[in-house]
Every structure is written in structure tokens, then in C-alpha cells.
T-cell receptor, first 116, second 109 residues
Framework: GAVVSQHPSWVICKSGTSVKIECRSLDFQATTMFWYRQFPKQSLMLMATSNEGSKATYEQGVEKDKFLINHASLTLSTLTVTSAHPEDSSFYIC????????????FGPGTRLTVL | GQNIDQPTEMTATEGAIVQINCTYQTSGFNGLFWYQQHAGEAPTFLSYNVLDGLEEKGRFSSFLSRSKGYSYLLLKELQMKDSASYLCAVLDSNYQLIWGAGTKLIIKP
């Protein structure tokens, strides 16, 4: 069964609004969570690495003030897309690294964001 | 429930051929992805199959049988740089990705 969940699965919002996406590890504590963005039939683009209790590390070209990441607990990380625009429409995928097995990374089912 | 199965680890020799299998049971099917992931890096897209059959792309080929809930990734002329994890993922009826746990491929000289 799934070990990483995301909520919501789908979201449609108006341009200028903010959207929060949750990523939860269900069966383990995740010291590190990753946020990706995926365009159709393309590789996952890493946006940021989130460590519990500290600030996220953003990849070059990703606006940290636009994509707010909070990793408040060992089982929850949130990505907030602020002032969303149509170009932010995409498939956002999170993953969580099992702290007990550093090389095991579990991926979430993704959240499809459509900005009108 | 939804489930994707793939071997945890495989070992192959440089220059050889290896086939990584993936079986799935999902609520609907809107395509199957294969990704390659090197340690510490983001997954790289390899293939997307939505129709039955074999799709070849250079040294990598991917096969799909929807009736059997089965896919495989075939890697030819293995190179040391092919050592990585290979992830199988299915897009279900709600367009949610169901991920396999990944197959760690070890290439030996």
C-alpha cells in the first residue's frame, strides 16, 4: 500500500490565489522530504529539499517566496504555491526519505494543479 | 488495493542485457512510466507506455501488456553508468501515480 500520501489530488484555482499541498509519510518518519514538479512525459524536476525543523533548500531557479515549503513534523511537509498563475499549472509530486534507510525514497501519488 | 511489484535488486555484467520486470494492479490504467534515478538525484524519465507492445529508444526498450498487468524495461549493452535505481509507476484512473519501490541495478565489470 501507499506509504506517502498527498492532498489534494486535484486542485483548480483562480489566478492570484494560493494553494497548499500536503505530503504525509504514513508508515515512517521522514527526516527529509522532496518536492518535484513534472511536465508531461518529462523527468521530475526537483524544486526543493525539505528537512524537518529547518528551512528548505531550493534548487536554482525556484522562487522560494513563491513556493513556500514547511516541514513542521517528521510526517508532514506542505508546499504552498502563492499567487498562482496559469504557468504554475503542473503535476506536483513529493517524496519522503525513510530516516531508517537512507537510500529508500518513497514517492507520493502527485497533485494536479490547474490555475485558471 | 493498488500495488506495483518490481524486484528489489538485480546484478548484471557490463556489456550484457538485463530485463527489469514490473507487475501492477491498479484502479484503472492511464499509462506506465519508467524512471532512472541515480543516488541523490531526481528521477529521469525513460519511457511512457500506454498501448501494448514494445517501444525501443536506443539501448533502452520498454514493453507493456495491459491484459497481464505487466511491463518490463530492457537495457542492452550495459554500461557502468547504468548502475541506478529503476522506478516503475502507473497512472491510475484518477491520474494519480502509483509507484513501485524501485529496482536497484548493480553493474559489475
Amino acid at each position: 500500500g501507499a506509504v506517502v500520501s498527498q492532498h489534494p489530488s486535484w486542485v483548480i484555482c483562480k489566478s492570484g490565489t494560493s494553494v497548499k499541498i500536503e505530503c504525509r509519510s504514513l508508515d515512517f518518519q521522514a527526516t527529509t522530504m522532496f518536492w518535484y514538479r513534472q511536465f508531461p512525459k518529462q523527468s521530475l524536476m526537483l524544486m526543493a529539499t525539505s528537512n524537518e525543523g529547518s528551512k528548505a533548500t531550493y534548487e536554482q531557479g525556484v522562487e522560494k517566496d513563491k513556493f513556500l515549503i514547511n516541514h513542521a513534523s517528521l510526517t508532514l511537509s506542505t508546499l504552498t504555491v502563492t499567487s498562482a498563475h496559469p504557468e504554475d499549472s503542473s503535476f506536483y509530486i513529493c517524496s519522503a526519505r525513510d530516516g531508517g534507510e537512507a537510500d529508500t525514497q518513497y514517492f507520493g501519488p502527485g497533485t494536479r494543479l490547474t490555475v485558471l | 488495493g493498488q500495488n506495483i511489484d518490481q524486484p528489489t535488486e538485480m546484478t548484471a555484467t557490463e556489456g550484457a542485457i538485463v530485463q527489469i520486470n514490473c507487475t501492477y494492479q491498479t484502479s484503472g490504467f492511464n499509462g506506465l512510466f519508467w524512471y532512472q534515478q541515480h543516488a541523490g538525484e531526481a528521477p529521469t524519465f525513460l519511457s511512457y507506455n500506454v498501448l501494448d507492445g514494445l517501444e525501443e529508444k536506443g539501448r533502452f526498450s520498454s514493453f507493456l501488456s495491459r491484459s497481464k498487468g505487466y511491463s518490463y524495461l530492457l537495457l542492452k549493452e550495459l554500461q557502468m553508468k547504468d548502475s541506478a535505481s529503476y522506478l516503475c509507476a502507473v497512472l491510475d484512473s484518477n491520474y494519480q501515480l502509483i509507484w513501485g519501490a524501485g529496482t536497484k541495478l548493480i553493474i559489475k565489470p
